[in-house]
């Protein structure tokens, strides 16, 4: 299927479906407001380089001397921690069970990221309850204050799980790789944000290229379906370059940045790092909260 037929094949489907009027494009730029910047990877698609992406980011983003928090919102299928060679004691199961608070858990990663491990294995945590949410979204906003930036790991695909947690973030990040299948599902992905949770801008970072253009065209064809259906804004925010060196480094399980900082992917991350840096947030919350979730308390969770 070429990405013309893709962009065909999503045509239809909105066809059926009914077009959406289009709406003002709203960010809320507040001079006052907390301190750390919370941003979602997430993707539509499984297996599209989410946690290698937080993990490599996090670490370019500690090289800028940034202090940086990874959540492993992954609850069911976490691996972030392997990935990372860490072997901790405790995870969020244990926080969502009430055994152990959220700053218990956290464990230190390269570049002294701090990460907050997700189970493996547990499949009662891929459907959390109101409650439990709540009681997560609340630990974290405390803590959340005491770095500069907030990664949200999420797992694949359009379950309430991955969307409040996406929805909860100032920025959403959609990773995207150039096959098919994964343009249709992050723009089934981004319809769900949009229909069901009034997201008006999303991220988009094509991961896996071959070379820049690749990246462009795929961001090109996915925004002319956001830009006519649905009343989100999608931004390129830029490309990773397909690196072999990415999957050895998962192997000895260390981040390509740390094991070949020299290879053509760290300089991808060093980059994407730099540019997010030096963008300003997309929105910020009132008050003292980091997150959105008061908000979607009154509306979806
Ligand atoms: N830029 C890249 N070049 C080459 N391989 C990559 C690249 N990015 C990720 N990969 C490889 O793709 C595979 C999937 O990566 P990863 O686990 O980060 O994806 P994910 O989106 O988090 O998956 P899941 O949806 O299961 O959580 C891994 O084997 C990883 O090494
Ligand atoms: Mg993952």
């Not at 860490?86 to 959220?102: C, D, F, Q, R, T």
């Amino acid at each position: 299927m070429s990405l013309k037929d893709v962009s065909n094949k999503v045509i239809s489907l909105n066809r059926r479906r009914g077009q959406k009027g289009r709406g003002p494009t709203t960010t809320n730029r507040s001079g006052s407001g907390p301190k750390a910047r919370v941003i979602a990877i997430t993707s539509g698609k499984g297996g599209v380089g989410k946690t290698s992406i937080v993990a490599n980011l996090g670490y370019a983003f500690t090289k800028l001397g940034k202090k940086v928090l990874i959540l492993d919102a992954d609850l069911g299928l976490g691996n972030l921690d392997v990935l990372l060679g860490l072997a901790p004691k405790y995870n969020l199961s244990h926080v969502i069970l009430g055994e152990k608070n959220i700053e218990e858990i956290l464990v230190e990663g390269p570049g002294r990221m701090k990460i907050l491990p997700a189970s493996s294995g547990i499949q009662e945590l891929t459907n959390l309850t109101r409650e439990q949410k709540i009681d997560i979204f609340t630990q974290l906003d405390s803590l959340v204050n005491s770095v500069d930036v907030l990664f949200i790991d999420t797992a694949a695909g359009i379950s309430s799980n991955v969307m409040d947690f996406n929805a909860t973030a100032q920025e959403i990040v959609v990773v995207v790789s150039p096959e098919p299948t994964s343009i249709t599902d992050a723009y089934a992905l981004m319809k769900v944000l949009s229909l069901k949770y009034s997201e008006k801008v999303c991220k988009l970072l094509v991961n896996m290229t071959t070379r820049p253009e690749e990246g462009r065209e795929v961001f090109r064809q996915l925004h002319l379906v956001t830009d006519r259906f649905l009343d989100l804004t999608s931004d390129y925010l830029g490309c990773i370059l397909y690196d072999d060196k990415v999957t050895k480094g998962v192997k000895n399980q260390k981040i390509v940045s740390e094991l070949y900082p020299d290879t053509q992917a760290s300089r991808c991350f060093r980059d994407l790092a730099r540019k997010i840096a030096n963008s300003p947030p997309q929105k910020l919350p009132q008050g003292a909260s980091n997150l959105f979730w008061k908000h979607l308390v009154q509306t979806s969770i």
